[in-house]
């Protein structure tokens, strides 16, 4: 037997065992990139039901009027009815204000929303009676020391057809 011979079922079981070990890499792997997709397709579900949840842009366009109608001063300015966000001047403005394009806090328009608008409402209400609107007209604005309490709604709609109505109380 040649000394060669001799060491080849040692050179095989090395073999083996580098392969078993590449065998388990493999598999670990493999099984790693499983466990992500796994989790990246539930975490994917998830998300899509939120966002169906949440109305999804109509969110998001309601949340930039209301951001928009947090920092307009209270003072009235004597504009109703703006159309555009360069109209926006104060709270006032916003009395059955409609962006089409639909506009960001900020007051520019709304980039890649094509068939969106926001429709907004300002209405008074009493603080010991938050359910009925008064008859007070929410373009006079109201007293900083009032017991009355202004609800803004914004109606999103897409292609003439409501998504959703969002609603905020603010204070005057």
């Known amino acids: 037997m040649t000394p060669q011979a001799r ?3 040692a050179l095989r079981a ?3 065992g580098f392969t ?3 065998l ?3 598999a670990f792997v493999i099984g790693t990139a499983f466990v992500g997709a796994t989790w990246s397709m539930s975490a994917l579900t998830r998300t899509k039901a939120a966002y169906a949840q949440d ?3 109509a969110a998001f366009l309601a949340q930039e009027i209301q951001t928009l109608a ?3 001063p209270r003072t009235p300015s004597g504009t109703t009815g703006a159309t555009s966000g360069v109209a926006v001047v104060a709270l006032d403005s916003l009395v059955n204000a409609s962006f089409s394009p639909p506009i960001l806090a900020d007051g520019t ?3 890649g929303f094509t068939g969106w608008r926001q429709s907004v409402a300002l209405s008074i209400y009493a603080l010991n009676d938050l359910s009925t609107p008064t008859a007070d007209d929410p373009a006079q604005g109201l007293p900083a020391e009032s017991a009355l309490i202004y609800r803004l709604d914004v109606s999103v709609l897409h292609d003439n057809e409501l998504v959703k109505t969002f609603s905020w109380w603010m204070h005057p």
């Open 55 to 57: 109305a999804g842009p």
């Open 24 to 26: 388990l890499i493999t």
């Open 20 to 22: 078993m070990a590449k």
């Open 14 to 16: 090395r073999q083996a």
């Open 109 to 111: 328009v709304a980039s």
């Open 7 to 9: 060491h080849l079922p």
């Open 70 to 72: 947090d920092g307009l």
